[in-house]
């Protein structure tokens, strides 16, 4: 059975700073892209940003230049360095991976169970 688990989320003031990881396990051919959305209350989820298997990456305007999206394919996990945090930053954060599962000729798209980011003093 394929999962994804993250960890990372918290409480921080503005201004600080939060890495998120998510690590995928189960058995699996691939991962193609890999990525992290989020979700603010009373909003829908949006993409925040995105990984390609070559490294190559896609962020939403509002994070450019202060996050950082990365991947560690040796150990299937996908991290989000968050730096100069801002309150509308605040949300559940949820990442996300494109996998072929063993079984599948196909991939299919998993999800973590979700992390709260809170930024407030």
């Known amino acids: 059975q394929v999962q994804l688990v993250e960890s990372g989320g918290g409480l921080v003031q503005p201004g600080g700073s939060l890495r998120l990881s998510c690590a995928a396990s189960?058995?699996?051919?691939?991962?193609?892209?890999m990525g992290w959305y989020s979700q603010a209350p009373g909003k829908e989820r949006e993409l925040v940003a995105v990984?390609?298997?070559?490294?190559?990456?896609n962020y939403v305007d509002s994070v450019k230049g202060r996050f950082t999206i990365s991947r560690d394919n040796t150990k299937n996990t996908v991290y989000l360095q968050m730096n100069s945090l801002k309150p509308e930053d605040t949300a559940v954060y949820y990442c996300?991976?494109?996998?072929?599962?063993?079984?599948?000729?196909?991939?299919?798209?998993?999800w973590g169970q979700g992390t709260q980011v809170t930024v407030s003093s």
């Open positions: 189960g058995r699996m051919v691939s991962i193609n892209s």
């Open positions: 990984i390609r298997p070559g490294g190559n990456t």
């Open positions: 996300y991976a494109d996998i072929r599962p063993y079984y599948s000729p196909t991939y299919i798209n998993y």
